[in-house]
C-alpha cells in the first residue's frame, strides 16, 4: 500500500477515535487509548494495512515531537508552584527509589537487561494525557487537580532530563555527558530569556502578526521547536527534551498575554494532526501477538502494571496533610497514568540495544492498561453521587471494578504504609 493511502487510514483513524469516544458505551474512555487500539486493529498485528515505514515513520517521530512540544506549553509554574510542586517532587524521588529497589531485584534473576533505563520507565507520569482528562472532570483549577498536576509536571520531565543524560553517558561516558550539560544550560537559559523578553509591545505585535496571511509567529515557534530539537540531538540528548524546552520556552513568552492565540493555534496544529499520528503508529508498530502468545511476556505485562500502582501507592502518603483521605488513591492512580514517556523511552532503548525487546513491549503494554484504567477508576472513585457518573458500558465496568478494588486497595495502602512510615 503506498504511503498516501497509509495516511489516508491514519487520518480516518483520527477522526473515528474522538467520534467513537462520544459514545455511551465508551464514555470517558481516553482518546490516545483508542488510537492505540485502532492502530494495532490496522497494523501488522491486525489487518496489516499500515506499517510504520518511510515517510509514516518519519511522520510518527514527529508527532512524538509535537507531544513533547505541546506537553511543554502546558506546564504552568505559576499554577502549581509552592506545595503541588515540592510534593510532586518529593514524591517521585521516593517513587524513583522505589522503582530502584524494584527492577534491580529483576536485574538480579535476569529479567531486565538495562535496569537504570526501566527504573525511570516506572515513576513517569502523562502529563499531556491528564490534562484533557482532568478538564472534562472540572478538576484542572481545583485543589486536587493542581496536587495531580504538580505530581504529573515532576513525573514527565525529571525522567526526559534524566533518561536523555543515562543514554548519552553510556553511548559517549564522561565527554557526551558534558555535552548534555551543556545543553541543559542552553535550555534553561533559553527558557529565562523568553520570560525576560515579554513585554506588551512584543505580545501586540505577535498578536497582529497572527492575523496575517503567513502566520509569521507560528512559523518561527516552529522554527524554535527544529532548532532546539536539532541541538539536543548533536550535543547527544534526545529530541524529545529538546522540544519540551521548545514549548516551554514559548510558554514562557506568550501565557497570559494578548499572544497567547499562538498557543491555540500551535495546540490545534499539534492535537489536530500530529500528535494523533504518533499515538495510532505507536499502534501500528505494537507488536501484540509476541505479548500475548508468550507466558513470559504475559507475566512481565502483569509485573510491570503492578509496579506502575504501587510504586505511587506509597508516596502518596506525603499529600495526607493537604488532600482528604479519599483523594489519596485516585491521586495514585493518575499519578500512575503513563504512556507517552514510556513509549519514547522504550523505543529509544531498543533502539540504543540498551533494552531488551520484551520488556519494552511489555512496558508499553501496561502503560496503555495504565491509561485505559487508572484515570478511569480514579474518576469513579471520586465521583460524589450516581447522578455525577456516567452511564456507558465502560464506566459502569470501572465503577464496579473500583466498588470492588477500592476497600482493598485502601486497606493494602494503608498497611504498607504503616509498615513504611510507621503507625501515625
Avoid at 490545534?268 to 499502534?283: K, M, R, V
Avoid at 531488551?356 to 513491549?361: D, G, K, M, Y
Avoid at 474518576?379 to 452511564?391: G, V
Wanted: glycine share 8%.
Amino acid at each position: 500500500m503506498s504511503e498516501i493511502h497509509s495516511l489516508f487510514i491514519i487520518a480516518f483513524i483520527a477522526v473515528l477515535a474522538p467520534l467513537l469516544a462520544r459514545l455511551p458505551t465508551l464514555l470517558r474512555t481516553p482518546v490516545v487509548v483508542l488510537e492505540l487500539a485502532l492502530g494495532i486493529l490496522i497494523g501488522p498485528s491486525g489487518a496489516g494495512w499500515v506499517t510504520s515505514e518511510g515517510a509514516i515513520g518519519f511522520l510518527g517521530e514527529f508527532g512524538l515531537i509535537f507531544l513533547f512540544f505541546q506537553a511543554g506549553f502546558e506546564f504552568d509554574p505559576d499554577k502549581i508552584k509552592g506545595a503541588p510542586l515540592r510534593l510532586g517532587a518529593l514524591a517521585w524521588l521516593f517513587s524513583l527509589a522505589l522503582a530502584c529497589g524494584f527492577i534491580g531485584l529483576l536485574y538480579l534473576v535476569g529479567l531486565v537487561d538495562a535496569p537504570l533505563l526501566v527504573a525511570l520507565v516506572l515513576p513517569t507520569t502523562a502529563f499531556g494525557i491528564l490534562i484533557p482528562i482532568l478538564r472534562q472532570t472540572g478538576d484542572l483549577d481545583s485543589d486536587f487537580g493542581r496536587y495531580v498536576l504538580g505530581a504529573a509536571a515532576i513525573g514527565e520531565l525529571g525522567p526526559v532530563v534524566l533518561a536523555s543524560v543515562v543514554l548519552a553517558h553510556a553511548h559517549h561516558h564522561l565527554h557526551q555527558t558534558l555535552l548534555s550539560m551543556v545543553f541543559l544550560a542552553a535550555a534553561i537559559g533559553a527558557i529565562f530569556f523568553a520570560r525576560n523578553l515579554r513585554s506588551d509591545g512584543l505580545s501586540l505585535m505577535i498578536a497582529r502578526w497572527m492575523g496575517d496571511s503567513s502566520i509569521l509567529p507560528v512559523r518561527i515557534s516552529i522554527l524554535i521547536l527544529l532548532a532546539l530539537v536539532s541541538l539536543a540531538n548533536e550535543l547527544g540528548m534526545e529530541i524529545v527534551l529538546g522540544a519540551y524546552t521548545a514549548g516551554m520556552a514559548i510558554a514562557m513568552l506568550v501565557r497570559d498575554t494578548k499572544a497567547e492565540i499562538l498557543e491555540d493555534r500551535l495546540t490545534s496544529i499539534g492535537s489536530g494532526f500530529f500528535i494523533p499520528l504518533f499515538f495510532i503508529t505507536s499502534g501500528v508498530e505494537f507488536d501484540l501477538p509476541a505479548l500475548v502468545t508468550s507466558p513470559a511476556s504475559l507475566a512481565r505485562l502483569f509485573l510491570f502494571c503492578a509496579a506502575f500502582l504501587f510504586i505511587r501507592i506509597l508516596p502518596v502518603r506525603l499529600y495526607k496533610r493537604v488532600l482528604p483521605e479519599r483523594d489519596l488513591l485516585p491521586l495514585a492512580l493518575f499519578s500512575s497514568t503513563t504512556l507517552s514517556l514510556v513509549v519514547a523511552v522504550t523505543y529509544l532503548g531498543v533502539r540504543t540495544g540498551h533494552m531488551l525487546p520484551e520488556n519494552a513491549s511489555a512496558l508499553v503494554g501496561a502503560a496503555v492498561i495504565s491509561v485505559a484504567v487508572f484515570p478511569t477508576l480514579a474518576i469513579s472513585l471520586r465521583a460524589q453521587s450516581d447522578e455525577e457518573r456516567a452511564d456507558g458500558f465502560l464506566a459502569v465496568a470501572a465503577r464496579r471494578a473500583a466498588d470492588f478494588a477500592s476497600p482493598r486497595l485502601s486497606r493494602f495502602m494503608l498497611f504498607i504504609t504503616q509498615k513504611s512510615w510507621g503507625r501515625q
